[in-house]
């Protein structure tokens, strides 16, 4: 006699299905009412809404309800699968440390990738960003000036896992800063010199050069780390 499926496997096996109902289809595309889907798959409507609940989690779907309501299939993007992730290392107590050591070790290869960049639009763009360094005088505009860069960055060498990666450590840290690296007058300045220097390197379309900067500025944001007293605050 045939097993019955347990209602943990219930749930899984309709969150695959929807997952390739969603997938088969553009974004957007409704999939379908909860009663009809229910019908489709052969199961409850409460497996269903347990399983839409871990889709629109993940970025899969999105519920809408009154009239024209029903489940709409979506894509998640890196920024929402990075807030999610940052809440799992939180969970799990990651170091702020480890974080930094992630994110300055992908800015190595993607501040690299950038410099090989052939948009000339977004060239021009970080440009102008650039323009913006030295009028970033505390740690929320370096911060604000940080997340903008790699933005860019991100659009100008389309790697979607390194982006993924990247996002995470980055909403991790900066959900969880303990330690300054950049503190008082000489370590703005710090700062200021070492994202122009990136900056420089990339629109030369130098990726030596733009590597080596992204390199030496991870060498001595972790010696900095190794230094510093691990109750401090700021950036």
């Not at 595309?29 to 871990?54: E, F, H, M, N, Y």
């Not at 929402?80 to 992630?102: C, D, T, W, Y």
């Not at 840290?173 to 007058?185: E, K, M």
Request: charged share 30%; net charge neutral; glycine share 8%.
């Amino acid at each position: 006699m045939a097993r019955k499926p347990s209602k943990e496997g219930l749930v899984s096996g309709a969150v695959d299905r929807m997952k390739q109902m969603i997938l088969a289809q553009d974004s957007g595309t409704q999939i379908g009412s909860l009663p009809d889907i229910a019908k489709g798959l052969g199961v409850g409507v409460v497996t269903v809404q347990q399983a839409a609940r871990v889709l629109e989690h993940e970025g899969f779907l999105k519920v809408k309800r009154g009239n024209g309501g029903g489940y709409y299939g979506a894509r998640p993007d890196a920024a929402s699968l990075g807030r999610a992730m940052a809440g799992f290392l939180q969970v799990n107590r990651s170091r702020e440390h480890e974080a930094i050591e992630i994110m300055t070790l992908l800015d190595c290869d993607l501040i690299s990738a950038a410099a090989l960049a052939t948009d000339e639009a977004l060239r021009e763009r970080l440009r102008d960003h650039g323009r913006q360094i030295d009028a970033c005088n505390t740690p929320e505009q370096r911060g604000a000036f940080e997340q903008e860069m790699q933005d860019i960055i991100y659009a100008m060498v389309d790697r979607p896992l390194m982006e993924m990666l990247a996002r995470v450590t980055m909403e991790h840290y900066s959900s969880h800063v303990r330690v300054p690296i950049y503190p008082g007058a000489e370590g703005a300045e710090r700062w200021k010199q070492e994202r122009h220097n990136i900056i420089y390197a990339i629109l030369r379309r130098d990726a030596g050069l733009a590597r080596f900067e992204a390199q030496r500025r991870r060498e001595d944001i972790l010696q900095r780390l190794a230094r510093a007293p691990s109750n401090a605050e700021g950036r």
